[in-house]
């Protein structure tokens, strides 16, 4: 069978065991605290804070509401991985929502999510943020005029590639650029907040005057910030997906989360607090890149560097996104819903590069089409169906099975305030503003539906898969892995 689900389990804290007379592969567990607090603010620090404020700002009409909003998204995004930190206790694999939903709701829906997730929104997640990075890595070199979209696509493409090696390479390899670009975005943004800080300082507190003035209050209006704040914040459940590659993920998960969501989150108001000071919110409206324009205005001749640290940031996001997203793929293979190719690892690297190449496909083909602006819509919609229907399924192991083993516990109240979230963010742009990209969502997952009894239930496979799956293990010298029993 090409497709099918492996029981075999071994220690979590041996990288082969010989005792049946063969070896047994397994991803080795590399990430400690400081990377996954990394790969959560380094994922979710991309394009979004550099970029978002405008969008936020038009939709919410005031200054003091646009900051209000950045603050409830990252207290929901806060909520929303603590929850999913109690789930990574009691769930101890890798896969994030789609390992969730099949342990909980079963291989039906975890189908769907798989099938969705790997072949539609990790790939367009991954190529908008290659497409942000190429905007601005290529923008130098056409100085007073917009960047030949052939050149921004091939950039990106580029930029796909080059990830795609370096995560095939080696899973240290690539926390280690995780740890490396964190840092240096964490700088840019922390040059942007002294230069917001020295400004009030020097009095520069016009946009603050009457800051409630002309907020807007209309419930789909909202939504729509609340989407693009929140697209600034996506991340907050990458590691999840790595779980099985985490040091002690009882601890680590928790900790991580709880030191890398708060310190993104402040540094966002106080980001969006700088913007405010350098610019009336007219000018803020009006700029075409927020962080350029910010540039211009305070650094002078200097501000080349923040264009840097956005193509850096980008570049560091798009790294966090692809090292999760190939999990993803990796995992629902491993389960019998992928092919059994992308379920495998190489044999000397440890990584699963059969499921990295195939997401890097995917994103390959997603850059032709590309547009950034609606890839954020229709990612945010697919993206909080699938945060709710997690949620309630750690709202029913909480009430339905309390007696399961749990190193963390959150409190009952904060999953019920992200599900409630997670409803209005899905319900608010459907009631407000229908647009005809929900009804190719929705016949997207009818096909997987149409997929799934066939080859997952039946398992009505073609006989040359067999032969195709053996010829690609040899030709990428690939072999089955095994799980933790963690």
Known sequence: ??????????????????????????????????????????????SGIFMSPEWVLHHMGSPASSLLIWAACGLLATFGALSYAELGTIIKESGGEYIYILRIFGSFPAFLFAYTSVILVRPASLAAV??????????????????PQV???CAAAACILLLTIINCLNVRLATSIMNIFT?????????????????LARGQTQSFQNAFQNTTAGIGAVGVAFYQGLWSYDGWNNLNYVTEELRKPE?????????????????????????LAAMTPAELLSSGAVAVTWGDKVLGSWAWLISLAVALSTFGSSNGTFFSGGRVCYIAAREGHMPDILSMAHVRCLTPSPALLFTSAMSLIMIIPGSFTSIVNFFSFIAWLCYGMTISGLLYLKIKKPELPRSYKVPIVIPIIVLVAAVYLVLAPIIDQPQIEILYIGLFIFSGVVLYFPLVRFKCHPRFLQRVTLHLQLFLEVAPTTKDAN
Do not use: W
């Open 130 to 147: 290659c497409l942000s990075f190429a905007e601005y890595a290529v923008a130098p070199f056409y100085p007073g005029c917009s960047s």
């Open 183 to 199: 840092a240096a975005k964490l700088l840019a943004l922390l040059v942007i907040l002294v230069g917001g800080l020295v400004l």
């Open 151 to 153: 050149v921004v696509k």
């Open 1 to 46: 069978s090409t497709m099918r689900k492996r029981k075999t389990v071994d220690s979590p804290h041996t990288s082969s065991d010989l005792s049946e007379g063969k070896e047994k592969l397994r991803l080795k567990q590399e990430v400690g605290l400081i990377s996954g607090v990394s790969l959560i603010a380094g994922t979710m620090i991309g």
């Open 251 to 275: 601890v680590t998960l928790p900790r991580a989360v709880m030191i890398a969501i708060p310190m993104v989150t402040c540094l966002y108001l106080l980001v969006n607090v700088s913007y």
